[in-house]
């Protein structure tokens, strides 16, 4: 990931890089993503979303 410096589009603050835990489909994983210190919002790249849901799509349905 490039060292872009994101702003939360509400509070106005610089976004700082935390783990994050998703959960989704009941499958849980983690993702460095730049998140608000403020209200805790966390912004996805549309393209890490996109290749996600599709890592875990793939995965289900090899089971
Ligand atoms: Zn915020």
Known sequence: MENEIWKCRKC?????EQNVVFDYLSLNFSEKLPRCPKCGRVFIPRELAN?????????????
């Not at 106005?12 to 700082?16: D, F, N, S, Y």
């Not at 290749?51 to 349905?61: D, I, N, T, W």
């Open 12 to 16: 106005g603050m610089e976004l700082t």
């Open 51 to 63: 290749g996600k849901m599709v890592e875990v799509e793939a995965q289900l349905e090899e089971k």
